[in-house]
């Protein structure tokens, strides 16, 4: 699997809209030394060599909002698997451009005070009908599905692609 396809899945199971710019780093070491993009050489690299169980690969997206993930290989496969699949997740993602970490906090403290509404100052991101506790593990795992059937019935590289053409 590539970074960028790595990437692609990351943006699906977060529920996010691939809109900008990501990294990912290996360890204490920034594994690309430039954000990747559209056409970049390193985002078409094979992970399975650079990961070793239980190694922390950090995947960061939006750098205004700079939210970081660490991932980590709890195990190796011992076979192919065949359509990727979200095994478990709780509460909504950040919507996107919600400003980071510390506004993401903010959001949360105003849901709880007024949980049927949002407050004025977060609707243009959230909208009325964002939940915080919301996530859909059997939703995720069917747009994981329909991505997985277009990648490979399209035969594309997922660099830079935006997962809203399948």
Known sequence: MSF??????????MGWENS???????GEHAFLETPMHTGDEDAELLIDSFLAEQSPLTYIYD?????HHQLILEASPT??????QCLDGQNACP???????????QLLQARKK?????DPQWQQWIGDNWQPQAFNLD????????FWLWYHAENVSPAGDNHDEY
């Open 4 to 13: 960028a396809l790595l990437h692609q899945i990351i943006q699906i199971v």
């Open 20 to 26: 900008h710019l990501y990294q990912f780093e290996l």
């Open 63 to 67: 750098f205004g909002d700079h939210w």
């Open 79 to 84: 076979n192919t698997i065949a359509v990727p």
């Open 95 to 105: 919507p996107e451009d919600s400003g980071g970490n510390r506004l993401f906090q």
């Open 114 to 118: 007024n949980p049927d509404k949002a």
């Open 139 to 146: 939703a995720v795992n069917e747009e994981l599905h329909a």
